[in-house]
């Protein structure tokens, strides 16, 4: 899309992106290459991913994973993913990890995993001028026990780099206070909040969410729009929507992008943000979101820079961090 060249050099903040659903298509064939490991029926003639629905999605996403199988895997892939990200102008982005992708939710092996990805993340910081903290993330499918490891490896490594947990997966498995033991752990770890809701749950789950696991951002949050009393306690109590607009068009979350409802929700007093959740997969970049936002909802300068400023106060990182990124937020 040519559109979206002219976006592509304005400094962006990115909270919404799944480091493994940024791998770069040609990046996983490669590995698969490697390894041998047979993922042929994952892409399509053009070697983009390719799937019929979520559910397919979520399985399309485990098999390109199969070929992830080492720290050093990781260390590249979050190379290719920041270099991609820092193409588009992302200057700053919060990238969801899965101990559970990396050594099966081992604790020890989780530290070899976050130590090349760390390694990458401070060579990409060098190389490519992005910064990047992570976001432990429970698989929600997987269960609430599974939840409460995740916790327990997310509290054990909270620090500089690792600033957040979240809550990721089917949506609609089990309810959101299954959840609260892990999110309290998080909490008293120090750990700043996110979870999935409301991309395919409705108004309820976004507030059994914020109740039940006193999160600060909610990833997606998009169907509150079906209830405005709860749109206004958003609205209230300065709850940030990570949006993804090019996520749910592509994935039918809504019907398409006039029809999605980030305009609405910020003109009742949201505060919205913008990310790609897994670029690739849904044939988008940063560039791409800022360019349709500007085609169906007439976003212009100002609207960009304020949807920057709201993702850099909800941004997970210290003061320091966010001073030095709102100076070059300003430069531009
Ligand atoms: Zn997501």
């Known amino acids: 899309m040519t559109a979206s060249l002219e976006f592509r050099d304005l ?39 390719t799937y019929r629905d979520f559910d397919h999605f979520l399985k399309v996403y485990d098999a390109a994973c199969t070929t992830l ?12 993913v920041l270099e991609e990200s820092a193409s588009h102008g992302v200057i700053y982005t919060e990238s969801f990890l899965s101990p559970d992708f990396c050594g099966g939710g081992d604790l020890a092996a989780w530290r070899d995993y976050l130590a090349a990805i760390e390694a990458a993340a401070a060579e990409a910081e060098t190389r490519f001028g992005i910064t990047m903290r992570g976001i432990i993330t429970a698989i929600r499918h997987l269960g609430p026990d599974q939840s409460r490891n995740t916790a327990r490896v997310a509290a054990e490594t909270a620090g500089d780099f690792i600033t957040g947990f979240g809550l990721a997966g089917a949506e609609l498995m089990g309810r959101p206070g299954d959840y609260t033991y892990a ?15 409301g991309e395919w749950g409705g108004p309820d789950m976004v507030a059994d969410t914020i109740r039940d696991l006193r999160v600060s951002r909610i990833g997606h949050g998009i169907n509150a729009i079906h209830d405005l009393a709860l749109v206004d306690v958003l609205a209230e109590t300065g709850t940030v929507l990570e949006v993804c607009p090019g996520s749910n068009v592509f994935l039918n979350a809504v019907k398409d992008w006039p029809s999605h409802p980030i305009a609405r929700l910020r003109d009742r007093g949201v505060k919205v943000t913008v990310s790609t959740d897994d670029p690739p997969y849904f044939l988008t970049t940063m560039s791409d979101e800022y360019a349709n936002l500007a085609r169906h909802f007439a976003f212009g300068p100002d609207d960009f820079a304020e949807l920057n400023r709201t993702a850099l106060d909800a941004a997970f990182c210290d003061a320091k961090t966010k001073e030095r990124l709102a100076a070059r937020l300003e430069k531009a």
């Open 183 to 197: 999110f309290d752990a998080a909490r008293e770890a120090g750990l700043e909040l996110t979870a999935h809701a």
């Open 11 to 49: 400094p962006k903040i990115e909270l919404h992106l799944h480091l493994e659903g940024a791998a770069p298509p040609a990046f996983i064939r490669g590995l698969a290459r490697e390894k041998s490991v047979d993922i042929g029926g994952i892409f399509d003639e053009n070697g983009n991913y």
């Open 69 to 80: 199988q080492g720290p050093e895997d990781f260390h590249r892939l979050t190379l290719a």
